[in-house]
């Protein structure tokens, strides 16, 4: 049950963004970003973090959503030559 009521916070914040409705987004986006957390649900966590980088972009603070977004940007190894 935690995890769609996760989806459903995200849903509803990327559609407050969407719609510019910033302070409402974030409470979403950083409600289900809480509880993704402590349950260290990783996959899921990425793609919340991922969301909350574009909302502080949206609302103004580009620095601080680059820097969320490249936070939480999965490492890649370069491919073997």
């Known amino acids: ?6 989806l459903v916070a995200l849903a509803l914040g990327c559609t407050a963004r969407a719609e510019g409705r910033h302070a409402e987004a974030r409470a979403h986006t950083h409600g289900a970003l809480r509880r993704l957390q402590r349950r260290g649900e990783g996959a899921l966590l990425r793609s919340a973090a991922c969301l909350a980088g574009l909302l502080e972009i949206a609302r103004g603070a580009p620095a601080r959503g680059v820097t969320v977004l490249a936070a939480r940007a999965r490492r890649v190894e370069p491919a073997p030559r």
């Open 1 to 6: 049950m935690g995890a769609s009521r996760d």
